[in-house]
Nanobody, 116 residues
Framework: QVQLVESGGALVQPGGSLRLSCAAS????????MGWYRQAPGKERELVAL???????NYADSVKGRFTVSRDAAKNTVDLQMNSLTPEDTGVYYC??????????WGKGTLVTVSS
C-alpha cells in the first residue's frame, strides 16, 4: 500500500503562482511514473503533467510552458510548479503514482481556486 498526501492548494489571483507537492510513503524509485491530474467542477478528471523514471515529462497542452513537474528523491515527493494561473486552472488536483507491479495509487486531492 502507498499513501500519498498532497499539499499546496490555495486561492490565488489570475496570473499568480502556486507550488503543489505530493509526498509518497515510499521511495519515488518504486514508481514507474508520478503525476498530477485535475478535476474541474462538472468536468472529468484530466491529466495535467506526468514524469517517469527516466525523467521524461508529459504535459497537457493547456499547461505547457506554464507548469513544471519535478521529483525530489530526498523527500519522496512529486511537485507541480504552476505559473500564470488562469480561472480555467481551477479544480481539485490529484497526485497519482504507478508502481512497477501495475497498481496505481491516488491521493485525496488538494483544491486550487484561481479567482480575483
Amino acid at each position: 500500500q502507498v499513501q500519498l498526501v498532497e499539499s499546496g492548494g490555495a486561492l490565488v489571483q489570475p496570473g499568480g503562482s502556486l507550488r503543489l507537492s505530493c509526498a509518497a510513503s515510499r521511495s519515488i524509485f518504486s514508481f514507474s511514473s508520478m503525476g498530477w491530474y485535475r478535476q474541474a467542477p462538472g468536468k472529468e478528471r484530466e491529466l495535467v503533467a506526468l514524469i517517469n523514471t527516466g525523467s521524461t515529462t508529459n504535459y497537457a497542452d493547456s499547461v505547457k510552458g506554464r507548469f513544471t513537474v519535478s521529483r525530489d528523491a530526498a523527500k519522496n515527493t512529486v511537485d507541480l510548479q504552476m505559473n500564470s494561473l488562469t480561472p480555467e486552472d481551477t479544480g481539485v488536483y490529484y497526485c497519482k503514482v504507478a508502481a512497477y507491479y501495475g497498481t496505481a495509487y491516488w491521493g485525496k486531492g488538494t483544491l486550487v481556486t484561481v479567482s480575483s
